[in-house]
């Protein structure tokens, strides 16, 4: 059965000090991972999107990596407003049409 | 803002009642997907719609339906309301060969 398992399920970090949130997926037919921010009540922010082992992509604090089987969101010198649940996603075969399977989610709380 | 809109914010209403969900897309996104937001499940994916028509399905229940216009907005309708129903819906809508999914704010369902 696919799945994505996300850890940790939450994080306290002080502001600045850096760490790395893990996505784990047991998928055939990965057709791209995806990382989203979601801020509570409101919907899903896309971040980043990673379709090959060995990719990378930036965004200001943010870092996402792709291996076979995880990937990972590193968060260099976060700040407050860095809180917030990060969602991982994969994209799976042409028979799932384009639907996203989620992980959990890791909820990051960044201390002043 | 991610351009996707979904009304209402808020619905409240009781077991047994009918309830009716909108969704209008990203200017020129054809694809439109419904997700089910909820404490003890996470994102649950439930139907994605193409240009009118369906393309793929989730774990949607028989007592709800979607469907997308010819104006590529979308309804979702949920029947026969459960207490387990309460949850955020998310609309997501996508366009392109890489069919990133942007996420509207959702629309919380209280069932009473």
């Known amino acids: 059965e696919d799945q994505v398992t996300q850890s940790p399920e939450a994080l306290r970090l002080q502001e600045g000090e850096s760490s790395s949130l893990n996505c784990s997926y047991t998928v055939s037919g990965l057709r791209g991972l995806f990382w989203y921010r979601q801020d509570p009540g409101k919907g899903p922010e896309f971040l980043f999107t990673?379709?090959?082992a060995g990719e990378e992509k930036e965004k200001e604090r943010l870092k996402a990596t792709l291996t076979k089987k995880e990937s990972f969101l590193h968060i260099t010198a976060p700040k407050p407003e860095d809180s917030a649940t990060y969602l991982c996603a994969v994209r799976l075969g042409e028979t799932s049409g384009s639907r996203l399977t989620f992980g959990e989610g890791t909820q990051l709380t960044v201390n002043p | 803002d991610s351009g996707v809109t979904q009304t209402p914010k808020h619905l409240i209403t009781a077991t047994g009642q009918r309830v009716t969900l909108r969704c209008s897309p990203r200017?020129?996104?054809?694809?439109v997907y419904w997700y089910q937001q909820s404490l003890d499940q996470g994102l649950q994916f439930l139907i994605q719609?193409?240009?009118?028509?369906?393309?793929a399905k989730g774990n949607i229940l028989e007592r709800f339906s979607a469907q997308q216009f010819p104006d590529l907005h979308s309804e979702l309708n949920l029947s026969s309301l459960e207490l387990g129903d309460s949850a955020l819906y998310f609309c997501a809508s996508s366009v392109g060969p890489q069919n990133i999914q942007y996420f509207g704010a959702g629309t919380r369902l209280s069932v009473l």
């Open positions: 200017s020129g996104d054809l694809s």
């Open positions: 719609y193409y240009n009118g028509e369906e393309r």
């Open positions: 990673l379709y090959s």
